[in-house]
């Protein structure tokens, strides 16, 4: 998907919840965090000329560094995010650089997706499409999450887990089957 269409698919789902184009653009720290990282994604895949890509990538880390800053969010230039990305809440979110998430997800504050395992387990989650993560969730290690899971607040989760599923606990369980529709 095109950079412009990519955000344009991320103003539309922030519009979807709330808010009117000023309230958006400039007083939402998440929206300001997912802005940041389309630019920095696309300057990341696009540009390969030296010494443009160099230049561009400094004042990308140098722009990253300061909104990663004033919101609390993290998310890397190299992380692959799909369409519709939704940041509910800001502060506290940190997403590893060879993550992946699929389209239409959202995310709530304080989420952690990161590398965990030893040896061949070791790695960073691949997340599907339509996935809501609750606050304070932490992901982690070589996991796949399906499509139109849910993920209850203040949970860990370190094993792959399927469709449709409702995941909740310390380590996280499946407590239902009736994925994450109504949270996206």
Known sequence: MPLFKLIQSDYGKYKKYGGHFIS???LNQGFWAVFQYRIA???HQKIKIQPFRFLFLVLILFWRKI???TTGISIPASVI???SFYIGHFGGIVIN???KLGDNCNISQGVTIGVSGIENGRGVPVIGN???IGANAVLAGKITIGNNVLIGACSMVNNSITDNAVVLGVPAIVISNHGSKGYI
């Open 97 to 99: 650089s060879n993550a």
């Open 81 to 83: 995010i799909g369409h």
């Open 24 to 26: 958006i653009v400039l």
């Open 41 to 43: 994604h696309w300057v």
């Open 130 to 132: 339509d996935v809501y």
């Open 67 to 69: 909104i990663e800053i």
